[in-house]
């Protein structure tokens, strides 16, 4: 099973068609997972993009139109993820609203009205 990240190395560095290879791993080639790699970068943000657009193409023909154009070079980052926010949490639990609603009610509530939301939340046990 090929992993991920072996296609991006693939694409970024060694230019070694996977695919071609083996055509078995195809079916673990992710698109999305490609492009969002891809993102993270000035020099490949306009590629991933394209195929974002393009994103009805084959997987063989978007590994392949990635894998002849973007240059080789050593490109790593660190994936952005999600931070919980319990300040967002307790006003979602506390009125009972969305992600969305709750992220709009924060910026009208003082800090001071966020501490007792988050008092009157708790639990004792």
Sequence with gaps: ???????????????????????????????????????????????????????????????NFLISTIRPRKRFSKWFKKVEDNDVEAVKEYYGYSNRRAIQAMSILSSNEIKIIKNSLEKGG
Aim: charged share 25%.
């Design 1 to 63: 099973m090929t992993k991920p990240f072996d296609f991006l190395e693939t694409i970024n560095t060694s230019k070694k068609n996977l695919i071609d290879e083996d055509p078995g791993v195809e079916k673990d080639y992710k698109p999305f997972l490609m492009n969002r790699g891809l993102s993270y970068f000035q020099d490949t943000i306009m590629y991933a993009n394209q195929m974002n657009v393009c994103h009805g193409l084959d997987p063989k023909l978007q590994y």
